[in-house]
């Protein structure tokens, strides 16, 4: 079973930056395509981002395109979310999570979620 845990939740105001990482073990990483969401309180958990196994392929959902930069490091089993011009709108768990196929804005296309790492934009 593939296993991932999410880090670097934290405060920040808006404006500020914040970067997360999400490490994996089991398996095989590098041939996962690995994704990025996120939910808020009273929400439903909604897609973010997501990083095709070459690392070259990346899709944002509209919210957080040209502020969000995801990425990831093979040789580390490690995936990436650089946040940048954070708002207060972007509080929420964040998680990580293997796609598994389908579309990739599904929730119901991913597997083997994280616990999640908390974050919160102050304004």
């Known amino acids: 079973q593939v296993q991932l845990v999410e880090y670097g939740g934290g405060l920040v105001q808006a404006g500020g930056s914040l970067r997360l990482s999400c490490a994996a073990s089991?398996?095989?990483?590098?041939?996962?395509?690995m994704g990025w969401f996120r939910q808020a309180p009273g929400k439903e958990r909604e897609f973010v981002a997501v990083?095709?196994?070459?690392?070259?392929?990346?899709y944002y959902a509209d919210s957080v395109k040209g502020r969000f930069t995801i990425s990831r490091d093979n040789a580390k089993n490690s995936m990436y979310l650089q946040m940048g011009s954070l708002k207060p709108d972007d509080t929420a768990v964040y998680y990580c999570a293997v796609h598994l196929g389908g579309s990739y804005y599904s929730k119901s296309n991913y597997r083997y979620w994280g616990p999640g790492t908390q974050v919160t934009v102050s304004s």
């Open positions: 089991g398996g095989t990483f590098s041939s996962y395509t």
């Open positions: 990083i095709y196994i070459s690392g070259g392929m990346t």
